[in-house]
């Protein structure tokens, strides 16, 4: 959430700075509400010292036996009134809220300034494309063909973009998942199994809430309403809502396997074959939580062990910033990873890293005590996949196929599926 004095103190430049962000429509209200709130304020503070100067009137004027209807009329009119102006204070508040739950974060200065991902800046490209003596066939060929991949029968079962692994295929998928959480636990990343079902004030908090209600399922019933999550960045980064941490206790390194879930709202038409584009998809997340200065390296090293992956399985990619214009609402700066796929003869994203600064500890109030000090600040929260396991099985079977139609399996996977080397058709 941004941060409502920088709004106050350079309404103007956060503005400017958010131009290809997207500034939303309302944020203009913002200096209006704010005013009249801290107007209302300054009412409020000025009759209670009015009531204050009262309260010792009336009682001596009771004392000598005055009459103290008056003064005691207009105690009553000022506490109306001081009622009154709590209900226009927490109103405006509700207002001012809204609007700064679904301002962007400020793009940190290294970020590339631009509207799509057009302008997005290439930093780095790993590994060899693979070279076939054949024509190199999408995922989704590949899989069906070696039949580990059922996609009819899923759609059977729960209707368009969802998934169904047979044999081998399942075991990939899941010597990945093994394989990410070993990698990341190697790192230093301690591994956690979060609730896939949370609650609104989660959602909320990560930064999911108020602007991607459209893109979340959801349980039935306004008392008990929970979403499923899209990411287990969102759990992972409400672990510790409303606590204050110590600063020996930082840097923490949080990492865990879940199955994600989103709607995909707007994306009709886009990456309707195979395991690109799933309302259901498995994923190993990363999460940090650390001192402020230390955020953007942080961010660099989080990259790194993403990127660790993808080079122990051998897979060539590239590693790009997003323009201002392309970052999710809540980062300050993102890398995003996009691996190679011959079949489908381009790049696509496999993990996106991103530093979000104060942005998610603001919504989520999770703060640190610097040592020595008595006051305590706002953490810097970081999430990145390490990897989208669905997308890196469809890298494997796109760089990894064979002119006989079988898919040679990553050494470093082998270990993770007793030794087998190949998957072929059965």
């Not at 997003?322 to 696509?348: I, N």
């Not at 990553?410 to 993770?416: A, D, I, K, N």
Request: net charge negative.
């Amino acid at each position: 959430m941004i941060d409502s004095k920088l709004l106050r103190d350079d309404f103007q430049g956060v503005v400017s700075r958010l131009e290809t962000r997207g500034v939303p429509e309302n944020l203009s209200q913002w200096q209006d509400l704010d005013s009249q709130r801290r107007s209302l304020l300054s009412e409020a503070e000025n009759i209670r010292a009015e009531k204050n100067k009262l309260n010792p009137e009336i009682a001596k004027a009771k004392k000598s036996g005055e009459d103290a209807s008056e003064l005691l009329a207009d105690l009553k009119k000022k506490g109306e009134r001081e009622k009154q102006i709590n209900q226009q204070v927490a109103e405006a508040e509700l207002k001012l809220k809204e609007i700064e739950l679904i301002v962007p974060n400020l793009p940190e200065e290294s970020v590339p300034i631009g509207k799509t991902e057009a302008d997005n800046r290439v930093e780095k490209i790993w590994g060899e494309k693979p070279e076939f003596d054949f024509q190199a066939k999408p995922h989704w060929e590949v899989g069906e063909n070696l039949g580990i991949l059922d996609f009819e029968r899923a759609a059977k079962i729960s209707g368009a973009r969802f998934s169904l692994y047979r044999g081998d295929g399942a075991r990939l998928e899941r010597a990945l998942i093994n394989f990410m959480l070993e990698e990341h636990r190697k790192n230093g990343y301690q591994e956690i199994i979060p609730p896939l079902l949370v609650k609104e004030e989660s959602m909320t908090a990560s930064g999911q809430l108020p602007k991607f209600e459209e893109d979340l399922f959801k349980t039935e019933g306004e008392d008990d309403k929970r979403y499923l999550i899209p990411t287990s960045e969102v759990a992972l980064v409400n672990i510790y809502r409303d606590e204050i941490l110590e600063e020996a206790d930082l840097p923490v390194y949080l990492t865990a396997f879940t199955p994600c879930f989103r709607a995909e709202a707007g994306s009709h038409g886009r990456d309707v074959r195979g395991l690109i584009r799933l309302h259901q998809f498995n994923k190993v997340e990363l999460v940090k939580l650390v001192e402020p200065e230390q955020s953007f390296n942080e961010l660099e090293k989080l990259t790194e062990n993403a990127e660790g992956v993808l080079e122990a399985l051998g897979l060539p990619y590239q590693r790009v910033t997003l323009s201002s214009g392309d970052m999710g609402l809540a980062a300050a700066k993102t890398y995003d990873l996009e691996v190679w796929l011959p079949g489908m003869d381009a790049y696509r994203e496999i993990s996106s890293c991103s530093n979000t600064t104060d942005y998610q500890s603001r919504r989520s109030k999770i703060r640190y005590r610097p040592a020595g000090e008595k006051k305590p600040k706002l953490v810097h929260m970081l999430n990145g996949s390490g990897l989208a396991v669905g997308r890196t099985v469809v890298a494997i079977l796109e760089n990894y196929q064979q002119k006989d139609g079988s898919v040679v399996v990553p050494e470093v996977l082998r270990p993770f599926m007793a030794g087998q080397d190949r998957i072929a058709k059965v």
